[in-house]
């Protein structure tokens, strides 16, 4: 993003610079050019790409879940947002067998995970067009050694199929434009082998009956970040109860433990009120989480749909991949070294949800308990992690005490007010540590620049504030 101000600058000043020849019709500046293959993300350079914006993506997908095999059509409806001679999409691994724009066959080559589009004509400025791309073969998972704990992307265990794409995996299973910065609404049609069960996110549109295969259809009608994206597919049985305003709580667990898992998670729809009336509105038209039959070691905020492992069975870890859904999902880091604006969110109002359940100090005594901890251990700041801290303890734990540091200095009536200004400006987009202070600053009438600066860059921990 950085980077790619600098450049979108530089490209406006000479721009701004060039003597005016030749006929007014004819700038120099409509000439097509190919977009770029990433979006200057600090972290991850070749994530995303320039030049068009996606507005959709329908992914046709035929899966065998025993033999992990993948055969699908990509239907994305893109604006250009410059003329453009080429583009990429993100795609690793996988056969690409053809690619069309708006129907005529288009060339395309690959290289990494850079898979380039050239329309037999380029594009103009602000042009809608559709690219469909037909591929196949078995999705492999990214396992980068920075980040352990997550193969990112299409894992299969034993035939059950699930999808935990952070920061990077959405390029294993479909092509697309991976960054955070272009969010797009999606439909799925997934067809899969009988007594398969498949959950995506959104809402449930249809369920086609083919005899030996069933085609699930699913809509996420809310724009959505890549790596939220998620299909799981296998033995789960859905268990569907009325939330709060409309919202439908439905979750998918495996068969043998349904009973135990609707007692765990049976206050879900308490937790959506509690935080639609701490923040707003629940910002999608369901919530539930899909259970995984084996542990996985984490839980991920996948858009309306958390994946869970049963290991992470607990209310805390329910809580926090709920409030993802308004920090995280709704309202997306811009950039990959900022964790701390969806980790520090998330961490928060976890421990706002279990104050409210506990009563007492629990919220204030926690926080200083984690600011001993910090402090102790000399936790880096959360404001500009690298790759093997995307997930560290700087970002939950010290990026929780930016927000309670500000909530005690600015006082909790500004603090309530701050979360939902903030949370209505971003909502459906990306948000910066930048916007996140100018926001802080506004709603308090005060310069709290510097102030936040230090909880979220310096690295000792600033004192707490009286
Ligand atoms: N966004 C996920 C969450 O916080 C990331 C999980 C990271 N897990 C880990 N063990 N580092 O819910
Ligand atoms: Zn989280």
Redesign the pocket.
């Known amino acids: 993003m950085r980077k790619l101000a600098v450049w979108v600058g530089l490209v406006l000043l000479l721009a701004g610079c060039r003597p005016i020849v030749g006929p007014p019709s004819v700038a120099p500046s409509s000439a097509a050019t190919a977009g770029l293959p990433g979006v200057g993300d600090p972290i991850f350079p070749l994530l995303g790409n320039t030049g068009y914006d996606v507005q959709h993506y329908t992914l046709d997908l035929t899966v065998d879940a025993a033999r992990n095999l993948l055969k699908g059509t990509a239907t994305l409806r893109s604006e250009a947002t410059q003329p453009l001679a080429a583009f990429n999409l993100d795609l690793l691994g996988m056969n690409v067998s053809a690619v069309t724009i708006a129907d005529a066959p288009a060339l395309f080559a690959r290289s990494g995970q850079e898979l380039t589009i050239t329309p037999t004509a380029p594009l103009d400025a602000g042009a809608i067009f559709t690219t469909v791309v037909a591929y196949d073969g078995t999705p492999t998972p990214l396992a980068d050694p920075e980040l352990a ?1 997550i193969k990112q992307g299409w894992n299969n265990r034993d035939g059950t199929i699930f999808v935990v794409s ?1 920061p990077g995996g959405a390029m294993t299973w479909y092509p697309v434009n991976n960054h955070p910065t272009d969010k797009a609404t999606y439909t799925f049609r997934i067809t899969v082998d009988e007594p398969n069960v498949v959950a995506a996110n959104g809402v449930l549109r249809a369920e086609i009956d083919l005899g030996a295969q069933r085609t699930y259809v699913w809509e996420m009608a809310q724009p959505m970040a890549s790596y939220l994206a998620t299909v799981a597919i296998g033995d789960f049985v859905r268990i569907e109860t009325p939330g709060p305003d409309g919202v439908v709580i439905r979750h998918y667990f495996p068969p043998e433990d349904v009973d135990a898992l609707t007692r765990a998670f049976a206050n879900t729809g308490e937790m959506v009120t509690f935080y639609s009336e701490l923040v707003d509105d629940y910002p999608f038209d369901e919530y539930g989480v899909v259970m995984m039959p084996f542990s996985l ?5 996948t858009q309306t749909l958390s994946v869970f492992g049963p290991e992470m069975a607990m209310e805390g870890v329910n809580a ?2 709920l409030a ?1 859904q308004w920090f995280g999902d709704a309202v997306t880091l811009d950039a990959w070294d900022e964790t701390w604006l ?2 520090g969110f ?1 961490t928060y109002l976890q421990r706002l949800w279990l104050e409210n359940e506990l009563g007492g100090d629990f919220l204030d005594k926690g926080m200083r308990q984690y600011y001993e901890n910090l402090t102790v251990f000399k936790t880096p700041p959360p404001g500009a992690v690298e790759e093997a801290t995307l ?1 560290s303890e700087a970002v939950y734990e010290r990026g929780a005490w930016v927000l309670h540091a500000l909530r005690l200095k600015i006082g909790d009536d500004l603090f309530w007010q701050f979360l939902r200004t903030y949370y209505a400006r971003f909502k459906d987009g990306v948000v910066s540590t930048e916007d996140f202070i100018a926001t802080a600053n506004e709603v308090s009438g005060d310069d709290l620049t510097d102030f936040l600066n230090a909880w979220i860059y310096d690295e000792t921990m600033p004192p707490i504030p009286e």
């Open positions: 704990f952070e070691g984490f839980a991920l905020e926090h991949e993802h969806n980790e998330a997930f």
